[in-house]
């Protein structure tokens, strides 16, 4: 498995921008599938945006089109996920995922095998 951690997380006004970042460590991170989640207090986790192995691809739920983008860096086994024009209702803990099998399509979190331990995104309205 790969261990990570996920940084970049705090407050900000609505329609300002964050930039979170995922540290993988232990394993080559681009063998691996890697995702966003988040996740508020009472509700499921909800996939955000994934990202593929070798070429890039990247997968991106109707929540965060046009406004959220992700990106590998292979090299410094890093994941970022840019988020612009926030809303109060993208307040949650943000959660990086990864797996070795899994398409970035699949948004079911179980299907993800190594989490990060969450960064808290709250928007201000």
């Known amino acids: 498995q790969v261990q990570l951690v996920e940084s970049g997380g705090g407050l900000v006004q609505a329609g300002g921008s964050l930039r979170l970042s995922c540290a993988a460590s232990?394993?080559?991170?681009?063998?691996?599938?890697m995702a966003w989640f988040r996740q508020v207090p009472g509700k499921e986790r909800e996939f955000v945006a994934a990202?593929?192995?070798?070429?890039?691809?990247?997968y991106l739920a109707d929540s965060a089109k046009g406004r959220f983008t992700i990106s590998r860096d292979n090299a410094e086994n890093t994941v970022l996920l840019q988020m612009n024009n926030l809303k109060p209702e993208d307040t949650a803990v943000y959660y990086c995922?990864?797996?070795?099998?899994?398409?970035?399509?699949?948004?079911?979190?179980?299907?993800?095998?190594?989490w990060g331990q969450g960064t808290q995104v709250t928007v201000a309205s």
């Open positions: 232990g394993r080559t991170s681009s063998r691996y599938t």
């Open positions: 995922a990864a797996d070795p099998r899994v398409s970035i399509t699949v948004t079911m979190p179980r299907a993800y095998s190594s």
């Open positions: 990202i593929g192995r070798s070429d890039g691809t990247i």
